[in-house]
Nanobody, 126 residues
Framework: QVQLVESGGGLVQAGGSLRLSCAASGLTFRSYAVGWFRQAPGKEREFVAD????????YYQDSVKDRFTISRDNAENTVYLQMMSLTPEDTAVYYC???????????????????WGQGTQVTVSS
């Protein structure tokens, strides 16, 4: 079965950086779009970024567009989220998700990702 495992979360000071990883197994990874979502305490889960199968097309939430970079290594079955200039508002559990539709479909809300990881906590202190 599909398994997604996030790692790389932790505690960082405001202005700092973290790189999250999402390691996938049980799927033909290069055939799946992958997204990152986050959920802060008391808030709904929200889209952060996603990337198409080949890695050439990416979409971002406006609040992270100039600070976060999503990338993938299909040889390693891994997607990354490089986060820079972190603020306390970025504090959340970050989840990766995979789906067989195009990245634009998920970005526009036309489709929902079918497979999810367990999440990794990111805490940004002020």
């Amino acid at each position: 079965q599909v398994q997604l495992v996030e790692s790389g979360g932790g505690l960082v000071q405001a202005g700092g950086s973290l790189r999250l990883s999402c390691a996938a197994s049980g799927l033909t990874f290069r055939s799946y779009a992958v997204g990152w979502f986050r959920q802060a305490p008391g808030k709904e889960r929200e889209f952060v970024a996603d990337i198409d199968r080949g890695g050439g097309i990416t979409y971002y939430q406006d609040s992270v567009k100039d600070r976060f970079t999503i990338s993938r290594d299909n040889a390693e079955n891994t997607v990354y989220l490089q986060m820079m200039s972190l603020t306390p508002e970025d504090t959340a559990v970050y989840y990766c998700a995979a789906g067989e539709r195009g990245a634009l479909d998920y970005y526009k809300g036309f489709a929902k990702f079918g497979s999810w990881g367990q999440g990794t906590q990111v805490t940004v202190s002020s």
